[in-house]
């Protein structure tokens, strides 16, 4: 993969540089509706790039406005369970901050932690864990999303303002695809972890990398098994971030 190739590819076919990027989980494609003068670049068409093969995921770049402010969007990301390496996953990241973007918006869909938080609330990702034990092969720890005073207070008060309690707390990433055991959500919850998906840690190391500054979200789309003793499933996943989806609009472009 040759980013200068891709950067090619995808800047040859926009009016202008984007200035903020938005990486899209799953069922949360419909944001890119809210943007104007849209265009779409398909992965497929860009030579030797990855391709999106979980449902919900779209497989497309999309670049729009908000309000006047060019931003792209990822929509359709990569994960390590689908056999990617760890550069395919983050070439979004990668290709984000060739465009000169320096604000990256990372979402997802996770599983919720917290009994006392609503399934389709939106949380903040104030830091992760590496649940993986693939990376480092010692005890997760917590990484804390670095977030000026400026743009956390901005945050809190755009969901002020739109009537949103705003969660904030540590998301968790695991390898997937299948989801975590009882016993593995009761160890992630004593590391500190409030919200558990498949996703998104790779995006952020890259991002910090990179020195992108970053704001994560998660939309909270079931509770983590035996918390409630509902089955999940994927399908209820993506029902419950598509119910969401405006309100998570809202928030993103309000960030933007």
């Given amino acids: 993969m040759n980013i200068n190739t ?3 590819h995808i800047i040859d076919k926009l ?5 903020t990027a938005v990486i899209l989980g ?3 494609g419909k944001f890119v509706s809210s943007m104007d003068g849209r265009t779409t670049i398909p992965y497929a068409d860009i030579s030797y790039y990855p391709r999106s093969t979980v449902s919900g995921h779209a497989g497309e770049w999309v670049f729009g406005y908000i309000k006047d402010k060019p931003i792209i969007c990822a929509s359709g990301r990569f994960h390590y369970y689908e056999g990617f390496s760890m550069e395919e996953i ?11 973007c320096r604000q990256i918006i990372i979402t997802n869909a996770a599983g919720c932690l917290k009994k006392d938080w609503q399934i389709g609330d939106l949380m903040l990702i104030r830091g992760y864990l590496d649940y993986t034990f693939s990376l480092k ?5 917590i990484v804390n999303i670095e977030m000026s005073d400026k743009k956390l207070n ?12 705003l969660r904030e707390g540590i998301y968790t990433w695991s390898l997937g695809p299948s989801y975590e055991t009882p016993a593995e959500i009761q160890d992630i ?30 939309c909270l789309t079931n509770y983590g098994a035996g918390m409630d003793g509902a089955t999940l499933s994927h399908s209820d996943v993506l029902e419950t971030s598509h119910r969401a989806n405006a309100v998570f609009s809202s928030l993103i472009s309000e960030i933007v």
């Fill in 15 to 19: 009016p202008e540089k984007p200035q």
């Fill in 189 to 218: 919850i004593s590391l500190g972890g409030n919200a558990a998906g498949m996703s998104t840690v790779p995006e952020m190391m890259k991002a910090q990398e990179l020195g992108l500054e970053i704001v994560g979200v998660s």
């Fill in 90 to 100: 983050t070439l979004p990241v990668s290709v984000i901050h060739a465009l000169g």
């Fill in 26 to 28: 799953s069922g949360l």
């Fill in 6 to 8: 891709i950067y090619d």
């Fill in 154 to 165: 901005q945050i809190r008060r755009v969901a002020s303002e739109l009537g949103l309690q």
């Fill in 137 to 141: 092969k010692n005890k997760p720890e």
